[in-house]
């Protein structure tokens, strides 16, 4: 396995020029508080306003099967947007908020770490472990799954994919939260932004608002995020095909993790393992500009269905571009 940073680099050697390398480092590496707090921000209150829309349908509505109908698909988009906040920690912890890193680690706490129970400055220690001891048995990625028996279960079909998930569930949330390095002091501030959010609630509208809306983020927050959250990491990597980033990564691109599972820029991990810089906004951009002008990245693995391939992890059939 690999245990020094630089042979996790590949088999990838970019083929873009000198003024292309520029071109594309001047274009895609952008900081902006303004850009990355307004797709941050969409994330964070549409997650309130679906859990105050759906308090008002269901209180104000008899209809069993349109009860149902919101619940089901406000869990859907919530727990998507969830997954969404915690790519954004994630990206946080590569400073795309700001250059500085006491701003950009105040802006990515308060509106996504602080209430998914993360902080940035805690995330980036073990993020850039992955990064930096990729596949190796040092990876905590890749330690996360090898403690919950994930990379010694022979998964056939997506079937049993989901019941394997389902099994690992308690055990998986406990290691991710080690992982994460949620202590203490994390739940304190999760508990007092909850607090926060519910005092308002109440101020503008009532208690029972306040109770519902908290009572529902906590559920699928412990629940429903978890299970996506597994089907996202699971995608991402498979370190038994190989050695390098570029033969174990993969760009999820199918409608599916767009729409679902890989919000916020995680659906083109590839690229972000192999041009980490790259801001979560630029993500699709960058992949184009990629795509169009470095002949080794469309070499990188690019899945475009998702529950396809998920219980396999077969190679498929590279992009071409003229």
């Not at 083929?15 to 274009?27: A, G, V, W």
């Not at 997954?83 to 706490?109: M, P, W, Y």
């Not at 940035?120 to 990064?131: D, E, G, K, N, T």
Request: aromatic letters at 14%; a positive charge.
């Amino acid at each position: 396995m690999i245990t020094n940073k630089e042979d996790t680099s590949f088999e990838y050697k970019s083929e873009m020029n000198f003024e292309q390398k520029q071109m594309f480092r001047k274009l895609f590496s952008e900081k902006s508080i303004p850009k990355a707090g307004f797709w941050n921000l969409s994330y964070l209150m549409s997650i309130y306003a679906t859990l105050v829309l759906g308090f008002f349908t269901v209180q104000h509505n008899d209809s069993y099967l349109l009860n149902f109908t919101v619940i089901f698909f406000s869990v859907l988009f919530i727990t998507r947007q969830m997954r969404g906040l915690e790519n954004i920690v994630h990206f946080g912890s590569h400073n795309n908020f700001s250059k500085n890193r006491k701003t950009n680690d105040l802006l990515t706490n308060l509106f996504a770490a602080w209430p998914m129970l993360q902080d940035v400055s805690q995330y980036r220690i073990f993020h850039a472990l992955h990064h930096g001891e990729y596949a190796s048995h040092q990876d905590p990625c890749r330690i996360r799954l090898e403690n919950i028996g994930a990379n010694t279960q022979n998964i056939n079909s997506n079937k049993q994919l989901l019941l394997l998930i389902a099994k690992w569930m308690p055990q998986y949330v406990r290691e991710f939260y080690r992982e994460v390095k949620s202590d203490i002091g994390q739940v304190s501030i999760f508990l007092v932004w909850h607090s926060v959010s519910a005092l308002v609630l109440t101020l503008l509208h009532s208690w029972q608002l306040a109770a519902f809306v908290v009572f529902s983020w906590m559920l699928i927050m412990f629940v429903s995020l978890p299970f996506l959250r597994s089907i996202a990491e699971l995608s991402e990597h498979d370190y038994e095909l190989g050695d390098s980033v570029a033969t174990t990564t993969f760009n999820n691109l199918g409608l599916l993790d767009h729409l679902l599972i890989h919000p916020a820029g995680d659906a083109w991990h590839s690229l972000h393992h192999l041009h980490p810089t790259v801001s979560w906004w630029k993500q699709r951009k960058a992949h184009n500009f990629l795509m169009k002008h470095d002949k080794a990245y469309r070499g990188v693995i690019n899945r475009d269905k998702l529950w396809q391939d998920i219980a396999h992890f077969p190679i498929p059939k590279q992009q071409a571009v003229n």
